[in-house]
């Protein structure tokens, strides 16, 4: 425990130590805006001047951003000291920001002032060209919105042609269900009318050898009476001859008319 001791109390007074030979990240930002109060910025030269202060200021608090980084790593709360090193850069950047700012602004407007007085000088010397350069503009404005208008109206037409397309889609696809529903009801029912027609001819079958079986039955009747009424004529007996029935077709067969 004494060791453990001594070797955090030299870790401690290395890291103070070295902290005590970091540059603080916050003091270009604030030599800077000592340098430079945002009411001083009103003139090309300075807001220049500034400018070129602010891109130096920046790239130091960066470098000594990554210095106090770097020292983070030899402390004990490695995650704290970074956050907190985090915090001190966005300080510092947020201090500049103002300046940097402020002299951007200003250089613009000269500049656009500078143009509109060239304009101006260029518009007093020739009146009728500026005045036709109006015309023009105006011309130019009202195309465009003209185009605008354009625009609009055909995105509305596509979108109504859209719509119209999407129904006549909609209705193709809903007839195709329904021819398909009725070709099947269609199959089905003829599919009925198949077995009805085979059910009808093997009944029809049926009936006929039933009725061939009749005749057949009364022939062979009529042949043995008359048989035996010329057996008793002549006294000689007379062999009686089987009648000969045609078989019916097998069931479930149907004729080569059927449907």
Do not use: W
């Not at 055909?154 to 109504?160: L, P």
């Not at 719509?163 to 809903?174: N, Q």
């Amino acid at each position: 425990m004494l060791g453990v001791a001594a070797m955090l109390l030299a870790l401690s007074a290395g890291v103070q130590a070295a902290d005590a030979e970091l540059k603080p990240v916050a003091e270009p930002a604030a030599e800077l805006n000592a340098r430079y109060p945002l009411e001083t910025l009103n003139s090309v030269e300075t807001a220049n001047r500034a400018l070129t202060d602010v891109a130096n200021a920046k790239a130091e608090v960066e470098a000594r951003d990554l210095e106090q980084r770097r020292a983070c790593y030899a402390k004990f709360f490695v995650n704290n000291c970074l956050d907190t090193a985090k915090e001190q850069r966005r300080l510092a950047m947020k201090a500049i920001r103002p300046i940097d700012i402020t002299a951007n602004a200003f250089l613009r407007k000269d500049r656009a002032d500078e143009r509109d007085k060239a304009l101006e000088v260029h518009n007093a010397g020739q009146p009728a060209e500026a005045a036709q350069k109006a015309q023009d503009q105006k011309e130019k404005e009202l195309s465009n919105a003209d185009k605008v208008r354009q625009g609009a109206a055909k995105e509305k037409e596509v979108a109504s042609h859209t719509r119209k397309h999407l129904g006549e889609a909609d209705k193709r696809v809903a007839d195709h269900n329904a021819k398909v529903k009725k070709a099947q009801q269609d199959e089905a029912a003829k599919a009925s009318q198949r077995a009805a027609n085979v059910a009808a001819f093997e009944k029809k079958a049926q009936d006929s050898a039933a009725r061939q079986r009749e005749v057949a039955a009364n022939k062979a009747a009529k042949a043995k009476d008359l048989a035996n009424k010329k057996a008793a004529e002549t006294g000689v007996p007379v062999a009686p001859v089987a009648p000969a029935v045609k078989s019916p077709p097998p069931a479930g067969a149907a004729p080569a008319s059927a449907p």
